[in-house]
């Protein structure tokens, strides 16, 4: 099942910043983040294992509450370059190894 | 190194004849995934391989699409009698192992079936 990713777009001037949620209905084993400009392949910013554990990426970060089977990526104090589609994929506790994503937060970054 | 390719870029065939879509991995990784993508919407898993085991094919749409991985390596998508709803974006990807680490993405091969 398709994880929930919210907001469906977001709107902020640089220097702001924003937070992506992402939940699933099923228990979790890893959640993975992309980001995707138009017209480009996804690019990988980051994977987090059960566990709890809040990683980072420069000023992107995110965390993982297994529990809950949410996970939110924090964007702070955004560029320009950080506008584009970001995806939550999630992997699920079990035999299952494919990756589901979400259908996408649009972030659009002005200056 | 090189990263994941895929070919044709784009493709542009009749309803009714079939397609092949060709993706060639990074060396030495082990897992292959293609994903579907329809215009603004999101990644639909289609079909992963990992090593010699059998792939999960639970993504795929219809039997009229499969996909098979020759040596562990390059990777075919055949879609036969398509129709206009296979209009989409394909992409592939691979990764060093299986689904925890993360996956590189090819260009994607467009496909419009008119």
């Known amino acids: 099942q398709q994880p929930v990713q919210s907001p469906q777009a977001v709107i902020l001037r640089e220097g702001e910043d924003a937070v992506i949620n992402c939940s699933s209905s099923?228990?979790?084993?890893?959640v993975h983040w992309y980001r995707q400009k138009h017209g480009e392949a996804p690019v990988f910013l980051m994977i987090?294992?059960?566990?709890?554990e809040q990683k980072g990426h420069e000023k992107i970060s995110a965390s993982f509450n297994e529990k809950k089977q949410q996970s939110s990526l924090y964007l702070t104090a955004s560029q320009l370059s950080y506008s584009g589609t970001y995806f939550c994929g999630t992997v699920s506790s079990g035999s299952a190894r494919q990756l589901t994503f979400g259908s996408g937060t649009q972030l659009t970054v002005l200056p | 190194g090189a990263g994941v390719s895929q070919s044709p870029s784009n493709k542009v065939t009749e309803k009714g004849k079939d397609v092949e879509l060709r993706c060639d991995p990074i060396s030495g990784h082990t897992a292959l995934y293609w994903y579907r993508q329809s215009l603004g919407q999101g990644l639909e898993f289609l079909i992963y391989?990992?090593?010699?085991?059998?792939?999960?094919k639970s993504g795929l749409p219809s039997d009229r699409f499969s996909a098979e991985r020759t040596g562990g390596s390059v990777s075919t998508l055949t879609i036969q009698r398509t129709q206009q709803e296979d209009s989409a974006v394909y992409l592939c990807?691979?990764?060093?192992?299986?689904?925890?680490?993360?996956?590189?993405f090819g260009p994607g091969t467009r496909l419009t079936v008119t």
């Open positions: 391989f990992q090593g010699n085991s059998a792939p999960d």
């Open positions: 990807a691979s990764s060093l192992d299986w689904t925890a680490y993360e996956q590189y």
């Open positions: 987090l294992l059960k566990g709890g």
């Open positions: 099923k228990a979790l084993y890893s």
